[in-house]
Every structure is written in C-alpha cells, then in structure tokens.
C-alpha cells in the first residue's frame, strides 16, 4: 500500500506571510500527488496537484514541490489571505491498483 | 454539471443497525471512492471500483462494510451491524480514471447511538 505522512497538523500565519506543509510517502510507485482544501462542512476540493515528471508547479498564489529521491512533497501559500483558512491535505497516488491515500490533514489559520 | 451525489445527508442508527448509503458519481467517470473522514484518522480508503470491479475493499473495514456498484452510475456503502465508532463522515468520490482529479460529494453524516 501507501503510507503518507503530513506536517505540521496545526499551522497558524499571519495574513500576507506564508504558509508550507511538508508530506512524505513509502511508495516508490506513486507518481501523482494532488493537494485538497477543504472548508469546514464543505467536502475536500483539488487545488493543485503534480505528477513525478515534474519537481515544481505553480499556479494562483500556490507553489508545489516534489523530491522523489528523497519521497516528499511540499504545499507552499504565499501572501497568506483569511480565505486560506482550511484543512488542508496532501495525497499520493500509491500503485495501479489504489485509490488515494491521505495525510492526515493541517489546519491552516490565517490571522491579521 | 451534477457533482458526486450522496444520500443521505444525515443518518442516525441505532447500535446494531444495518444503514445503507447511497451515491452517485459523476457522469462518465469510471471509479469510485468510499472515504470514512474522522478528525483523529482523517480520510480511510473504505472502498475503491474502477468501471465498476472491486480494486480495493479497505482491508480492515472488510467484516462489516460492504460498498457495491451495481451499474456506472450508482453505488451502495451497507454497514451492518453498525457501532458507535463507526460516527463519521463518509464521502463518495469519482474521477475519470487513475491519477485525475478526484471529485468528493458532500458527505453523509453518521451518528450511531
């Protein structure tokens, strides 16, 4: 299976700093890697995602970075705003055969 | 565009109960994901069909849960019996195939008592 590890749980900026999650995986197979915010009593919604053919992606404020050697992959908001105030998870794709596996989500704040 | 459909939104059992939830995915995708969302376990994969075969049924949710998908377009999660840890929130997702974008419905939330 997949194992996928993310940290901090808890993460809590100041408005117009920035914001990183760190998440590793154990599946050398694994090569897509989406990242889901979700509001509360929304249900998670994709915000980017990056496939192993890539080592970064930007898009709208959001940076990703994966590091296959090293099996982790990272979430970066710049200029934090309180709209980024969420859960956030990250995933990973694991073999053929599996759906998703998750981390266990940060909780994002965003103070002024 | 119809999103994920699940239904209900909200179900109370009674300790050994046998619940049925219901979804419907996306039009046109071919798999399907049941998710149980805890804060201290966060998403666990409880079922995964790609064009409707069984490609994973959650290890160790298998004795109790079963998730079928009769046709493309609808599926079944049965907890039988059910039990107090099983409160949750359980999530259908679809996507279009492996590695796309996974669309989640807006959950069933399950009290058992």
């Known amino acids: 299976g997949e194992q996928v590890e993310q940290l901090p749980s808890i993460l809590r900026v100041q408005e117009g700093s920035s914001a990183s999650i760190n998440c590793t995986y154990e599946n050398s197979a694994s090569n897509y890697f989406p990242w889901y915010k979700q509001e509360p009593g929304e249900n998670p919604k994709l915000i980017i995602d990056i496939r192993s053919n890539m080592e970064r992606k930007q898009t709208q404020g959001l940076i990703v970075l994966l590091d296959k050697k090293a099996k982790r992959f990272s979430l970066h908001i710049t200029d934090t705003q309180p709209g980024d105030s969420a859960m956030y998870f990250c995933a990973a794709s694991g073999n053929y055969a599996q759906g998703l596996t998750f981390g266990l989500g940060t909780r994002v704040s965003v103070f002024p | 565009d119809a999103g994920v459909t699940q239904t209900p939104r909200h179900e109370v059992a009674e300790k050994g109960q046998t619940i049925i939830l219901k979804c419907e995915p996306v039009?046109?995708?071919?798999?399907l994901f049941w998710y149980r969302q805890t804060k201290i376990q966060g998403l666990e994969l409880l079922s995964y069909?790609?064009?409707?075969?069984?490609?994973?049924d959650g290890g160790a949710f298998k004795d109790r849960f079963k998730a079928e998908m009769l046709n493309s377009s609808f599926s079944t999660l049965k907890i039988q019996p059910t039990e107090p840890k099983d409160s949750a929130v359980y999530l259908c997702a679809s996507s279009l195939g492996q590695n796309t974008e996974v669309f989640f419905g807006k959950g069933t939330r399950l009290t058992v008592v």
């Open positions: 039009s046109g995708h071919n798999d």
């Open positions: 069909f790609r064009s409707k075969s069984l490609m994973e």
